[in-house]
């Protein structure tokens, strides 16, 4: 294509073949006030000027954003700028995008649970809920879930602390387990599975040890990197009775606040050990009783928390939701002899 010459005009077929516009776009935009024609000659013809073409390029551009004809006239008859212009119609587009992730997110969680028509209603209700009804919705689970349940005080409490929060511009994932969280936690044999579970888990001696306020504040705090550094060998394949294990067993076991502990009931490890394979019982006797026991392998509110955790963008490292805890190998780890301590 030959290059355009500042004082020469071009028939309206140069100019769409230049700009990428069909010939009735053209027209269309000249006939709107929008780029009007340079010049029309006595037989009708429509003649443009190079500046008359670069306006062209630039609605071409614009509408393929798809940008209003009133903002592109605005900008072009010059009562607003490039910026002003662009950044509202990126708010526009963005608004746009997050109603299409939560439209595909319920089409995809449709899809999954083969749901009725009933459920696609409701999922576009909970697509579509406000901060405060998700946090009527959550408040309302907590309530049936913990109350009148015999924990240990202030364990409630600190149960309530996790909780969803969808950010502003959620991904298709964030809003694929709010879904998954809205429907869940408003159902009913959930939160039994959840109540049963916490009460089985949590009102047991060792239970309620575990759920004492500084035990609580160790294991989200100061023992947490070290029980993340223990799993980590774990997923390695490290065998429990290795030197490096057995030292940060000793660190865990060392930090631990004991003097809460309910009653002495042997060693600092065997205590701890017996607690481990009491979870690991649990769960074995839930594998052998079916999914709906409240220590199944994926249990109720194990779930719930790791759908929170990817709500809000805060998975695991390195392990799936679905990751079991190893129960088995940290028991023997801790029930490992001195002697062979060092092998």
Same mark, same amino acid.
């Given at each position: 294509?030959?290059?355009?010459?500042?004082?020469?005009?071009?028939?309206?077929?140069?100019?769409?073949?230049?700009?990428?516009?069909?010939?009735?776009?053209?027209?269309?935009?000249?006939?709107?006030?929008?780029?009007?024609?340079?010049?029309?000659?006595?037989?009708?013809?429509?003649?443009?000027?190079?500046?008359?073409?670069?306006?062209?390029?630039?609605?071409?551009?614009l509408r393929e954003l798809d940008t209003g004809l009133d903002g592109i006239r605005q900008l072009l008859d010059g009562e607003t700028d490039l910026h002003g212009l662009l950044a509202a119609h990126l708010e526009i587009v963005e608004r746009q995008g997050r109603a299409l992730r939560a439209r595909r997110a319920?089409?995809?969680?449709?899809?999954?649970?083969?749901?009725?028509?009933?459920?696609?209603?409701?999922?576009?209700?909970?697509?579509?809920?406000?901060?405060?009804?998700?946090?009527?919705?959550? /408040? *309302? $689970?907590?309530?049936? =879930?913990?109350?009148? &349940?015999?924990?240990? +005080? #202030?364990?409630?409490? !600190?149960? @309530?602390? %996790?909780?969803?929060?969808?950010?502003?511009?959620?991904?298709?994932?964030?809003?694929?387990?709010?879904?998954?969280?809205?429907?869940?936690?408003?159902?009913?044999?959930?939160?039994?599975?959840?109540?049963?579970?916490?009460?089985?888990?949590?009102?047991?001696?060792?239970?309620?040890?575990?759920?004492?306020?500084?035990?609580?504040?160790?294991?989200?705090?100061?023992?947490?990197?070290?029980?993340?550094?223990?799993?980590?060998?774990?997923?390695?394949?490290?065998?429990?009775?290795?030197?490096?294990?057995?030292?940060?067993? /000793? *660190? $865990?076991?060392?930090? =631990?606040?004991?003097? &809460?502990?309910?009653? +002495? #009931?042997?060693?600092? !490890?065997? @205590?701890? %050990?017996?607690?481990?394979?009491?979870?690991?019982?649990?769960?074995?006797?839930?594998?052998?009783?079916?999914?709906?026991?409240?220590?199944?392998?994926?249990?109720?509110?194990?779930?719930?928390?790791?759908?929170?955790?990817?709500?809000?963008?805060?998975?695991?490292?390195?392990?799936?939701?679905?990751?079991?805890?190893?129960?088995?190998?940290?028991?023997?780890?801790?029930?490992?002899?001195?002697?062979?301590?060092?092998?």
């Open positions: 294509m030959a290059a355009m010459n500042d004082t020469e005009l071009y028939p309206i077929g140069d100019v769409a073949r230049r700009t990428g516009l069909s010939v009735s776009a053209v027209r269309y935009y000249g006939d709107t006030g929008i780029v009007p024609a340079t010049r029309v000659t006595a037989a009708g013809h429509r003649l443009y000027d190079v500046a008359a073409i670069a306006r062209l390029e630039l609605v071409r551009t319920v089409l995809r969680t449709l899809l999954k649970q083969h749901g009725t028509t009933a459920q696609a209603a409701l999922l576009h209700r909970l697509a579509s809920l406000s901060d405060e009804e998700r946090e009527r919705i959550v /408040d *309302a $689970f907590w309530t049936e =879930v913990v109350t009148d &349940l015999d924990l240990t +005080p #202030g364990f409630a409490d !600190r149960l @309530r602390t %996790a909780r969803p929060v969808l950010p502003e511009d959620p991904t298709t994932g964030q809003l694929e387990a709010w879904l998954e969280l809205a429907n869940l936690v408003q159902d009913a044999e959930f939160r039994s599975a959840v109540r049963t579970e916490l009460r089985d888990t949590y009102g047991t001696t060792e239970g309620r040890f575990v759920t004492t306020a500084p035990v609580q504040d160790f294991i989200h705090e100061e023992g947490a990197p070290i029980m993340e550094r223990l799993l980590a060998e774990h997923r390695a394949g490290t065998p429990a009775d290795a030197p490096h294990v057995q030292e940060l067993i /000793d *660190a $865990f076991v060392r930090a =631990v606040p004991w003097n &809460l502990a309910p009653q +002495p #009931g042997g060693s600092r !490890r065997a @205590r701890l %050990a017996r607690l481990y394979r009491e979870y690991e019982r649990l769960r074995t006797e839930a594998q052998r009783e079916g999914a709906d026991h409240p220590f199944a392998a994926n249990p109720a509110h194990d779930r719930y928390l790791s759908l929170v955790a990817v709500i809000n963008g805060t998975p695991p490292a390195d392990a799936g939701p679905e990751a079991p805890m190893p129960f088995t190998w940290l028991a023997t780890a801790l029930s490992t002899p001195a002697e062979s301590r060092a092998g």
